[in-house]
């Protein structure tokens, strides 16, 4: 006999718990477990399910709360005495009242998981959290930043050669022929770098540099001779007329049509053609290759401040960028089944760097014309200001655009 206040073991005759002082005539309270209804001297817990929003292995699977009936089983509740109570031994666990963690044996507490629970502390089948259970991880991407350092230093090289080309005029040719070729080099490996997800073939943009170096530049060449002389014939009366057929139609869009026809010959169906990015790297090696060569071929019958003017510029670079980009959604684009879409778009991004093309090379035909130096300077210093505005733009995208890359 039991008290039921207590659990003192009380004598058959007992009036009194010798323990507490508890009238043995007086029902005790029921001990009431979490999940288990109050339940009286002698009767079965009750069975009931306690539900709570979570995935299994987390808070809140649900829990067979007051199944704790069997004979017997260590750590859990005695059928066969008070509801309620703890069995004979008044262990937690097992018999013993410590041996292994508290409540990992079946039946004690259910199946009550806790994320971040580590395996045996309150584990699977009666335990308080199964191994190591944690939920999906997400890491959040750093907010898109554009350091200003290097921006500073565009600024100061741009205006800085393009103060150096009126210094420069008799320096050696050698020099200037290295000063116009550097820049696109080394613009071709800093977009290369920046391609960090998946770089591309080396040999893939090789070739590019060399189809877009000898072979747009020949057949743009030749183009430009022929269309030379129907400008000559409809625009050769009107200055302003003949200036941007100059820009627009002889240079900008020939020759970006002809680093076009390169670039989607080389890479529209290449397998390395498998994110974004790649359509500006694709771009602009065709690209830079077009710039070197057209640098040295300006030097044969120029002075050597035409390269370091030309070199301030890195122009076919910066046209290349957002062809390139528009390119690379084309790509996604038609692998989605949206060729009209992939088509519209790759024409997108022609239009755009024939635009930008024809407007500098405007900027740079019209400010020839005026006999009085300073309308020359005041054109002079809105050109520098231009390059200035255009390469720090490039930077800037081309930054976003291989932060934001994705699989086509």
């Known amino acids: 006999m039991v008290c039921g206040n207590c659990g003192a073991q009380l004598r058959e005759d007992s009036k009194f718990c010798p323990m507490c002082g508890q009238p043995v005539a007086i029902s005790p309270k029921p001990y009431v477990q979490q999940g288990q209804q109050v339940g009286q001297m ?12 979570g995935q299994p292995g987390e808070i809140g ?66 335990s308080y959290g199964s191994a190591g259970g944690s939920g999906p991880v997400i890491e959040q991407k750093q907010t898109f930043v554009v350091r200003r350092m290097p921006i500073i230093v565009i600024i100061v090289l741009t205006i800085g050669l393009t103060l150096s080309a009126v210094f420069m005029e008799d320096s050696s040719m050698t020099l200037a022929a290295a000063v116009s070729s550097v820049p696109g080099i080394v613009l071709l490996f800093l977009i290369y770098r920046l391609d960090n997800i998946e770089p591309e073939p080396v040999g893939l943009l090789v070739k590019l540099f060399l189809c877009g170096g000898l072979i747009a530049t020949v057949v743009a060449g030749l183009i430009e001779m022929v269309l030379d002389g129907f400008i000559n014939i409809l625009f050769g009366d009107n200055i302003i007329l003949y200036c941007l057929a100059e820009a627009f139609i002889l240079a ?63 122009g076919h670079c910066i046209f290349g960028i957002y062809m390139g980009y528009y390119y690379g959604q084309a790509k996604n684009l038609e692998l989605n089944g949206d060729k009209k879409g992939a088509s519209a778009m790759r024409k997108k991004g022609v239009i755009t760097a024939i635009l930008i093309h024809g407007f500098y090379d405007f900027v740079c035909f019209i400010g020839a014309v005026p006999e009085s130096d300073v309308a020359q300077l005041l054109i002079m210093l809105g050109l520098v200001l231009l390059m200035v505005i255009l390469n720090v733009t490039a930077y800037k995208n081309i930054k976003k655009y291989a932060y934001e890359d994705k699989p086509v």
């Open 61 to 126: 699977q649900p829990v067979q709360s007051g199944a704790f009936n069997q004979p017997g089983q260590s750590g859990q509740f005695n059928q066969q005495g008070y509801p309620g109570q703890f069995n004979q031994s008044g262990a937690y666990g097992q018999q013993s009242g410590n041996g292994q963690t508290a409540g990992q044996q079946a039946g004690a507490f259910g199946q009550y998981a806790q994320q971040s629970g580590t395996a045996g502390s309150y584990g699977s089948a009666g």
């Open 42 to 53: 002698g009767q079965q817990p009750v069975n009931q399910t306690v539900q709570a929003p």
């Open 252 to 314: 900008a869009a020939t020759e970006e049509l002809c680093k076009y026809t390169i670039l989607k010959f080389l890479t529209w169906k290449h397998p390395a053609f498998n994110y974004r990015f790649d359509g500006v790297v694709y771009s602009t090696a065709v690209a830079i290759g077009f710039e070197v060569i057209e640098n040295l071929l300006y030097l044969i019958d120029s002075t050597a401040g035409t390269a370091f003017t030309r070199a301030a510029f890195p």
